[in-house]
């Protein structure tokens, strides 16, 4: 459905995008996950055709995005990070000019558009001023735009940012709404979100990618994880924590101070994770200042991959 075959992006020195590769396939939700800065906008911008790779290309159903822009986005809706909107233009407005831009006919408009604004929640701002809306409608407002035509897919960059807490809950209800039949492709640096919405997950970390798979398979249900900090220089523990035994990996994690280690230890299930490490601190007669065992997975998938 939609693809990016070697994709690298430089702005002048700085490298925004290395060599990426995805698929996302049809009726799939994808989630971009990256701090900032990672070049999720970039690899949105260029997955729309609103922005040239410098290497590579994207096809979006079969049709070149830079090529053959007007085929290529004609089944495609795009909430960008600043999102067009008009302030001087009443919602209704907005969406119809929106709607005509979309290639919807002309007769077909009117009711299209009472069908996206009830869909996104904007039916009762239908005749206010774009300039006058709450950012959470602003955003909504940016959504319904994206939703006109009826794409396929639907390509939202930080659709949550910069709202609060009922907005963003209401915008991810939205998405999780919008995303049965549709296929959608949306950026986030908050994992829950990412959790919470998506089917597969790209991590994207300094223009590359780091992790490309199924949510289902981010679950790995032969690993328990363990977050700890311990009281001593990483010099000191960091080759006894490798040897524990059932240890698969262990990452370190930026620490709060010079003689402290925290870290991520992933042991192979049934392991006994805690009575070992335990076992060897007191040995060592190192204090354990912090000890949680980590279900959330992506999150320690996430803190690996940006760690390397
Ligand atoms: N127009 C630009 N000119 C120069 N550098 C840019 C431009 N746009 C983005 N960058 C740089 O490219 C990198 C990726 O940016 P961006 O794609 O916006 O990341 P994200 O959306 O994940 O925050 C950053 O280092 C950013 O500073
Ligand atoms: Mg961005």
């Known amino acids: 459905m939609i693809e990016l075959q070697n994709v690298s992006r430089r702005y002048g020195s700085v490298q925004a995008l290395k060599n990426v590769s995805l698929k996302v396939e049809k009726g799939s939700v994808l989630g971009l996950l990256g701090q900032n800065g990672a070049g999720k906008t970039t690899l949105l911008n260029i997955l729309t055709g609103y922005l040239a790779p410098t290497e590579g290309r994207a096809m979006i159903g079969g049709f070149d995005a830079l090529m053959e822009p007007a085929q290529a986005r004609r089944h495609l809706g795009y909430l960008p990070e600043q999102p067009p909107l008009y302030d001087e233009m009443t919602v209704r407005e907005y969406l119809r000019f929106a709607a005509e831009l979309?290639?919807?006919?002309?007769?077909?408009?009117?009711?299209?558009?009472?069908?996206?604004?009830?869909?996104?929640?904007l039916a009762e701002m239908r005749s206010r001023m774009i300039g006058h809306l709450s950012k959470g409608y602003r955003q909504r407002a940016g959504m319904a735009q994206a939703l006109c035509g009826d794409p396929e897919v639907l390509v939202l960059d930080e659709p949550t940012v910069g709202l609060d807490p009922k907005q963003i809950t209401e915008i991810r209800a939205l998405i999780r709404k919008l995303s049965y039949g549709r296929t959608i492709v949306f950026s986030s640096h908050i994992l829950s979100e990412v959790q919470q919405l998506c089917s597969h997950v790209v991590i994207l970390d300094r223009g590359e990618v780091k992790l490309?798979?199924?949510?289902?398979?981010?679950?790995?249900?032969?690993?328990?994880?363990?977050?700890?900090?311990?009281?001593?220089?990483?010099?000191?523990?960091?080759?006894?924590?490798?040897?524990?035994?059932g240890v698969k990996h262990v990452s370190v994690q930026p620490a709060a101070q010079a003689d402290q280690t925290t870290a991520l230890l992933a042991f192979r299930k049934q392991q006994e994770p805690e009575r070992r490490l335990f076992a060897l601190a007191s040995s060592m007669n190192i204090p354990i200042l912090h000890l949680s065992r980590s279900e959330d997975s992506l999150e320690q998938i996430f803190l690996k991959v940006i760690a390397n």
Do not use: Y
Not at 102 to 113: C, F, L, M, N
């Open 102 to 121: 979309r290639g919807v006919e002309k007769h077909a408009i009117p009711a299209h558009v009472e069908e996206v604004m009830e869909l996104t929640g």
């Open 212 to 245: 490309d798979a199924p949510m289902a398979n981010v679950h790995d249900p032969d690993e328990v994880t363990l977050l700890c900090t311990l009281g001593a220089p990483e010099s000191r523990i960091l080759r006894h924590l490798r040897e524990l035994e």
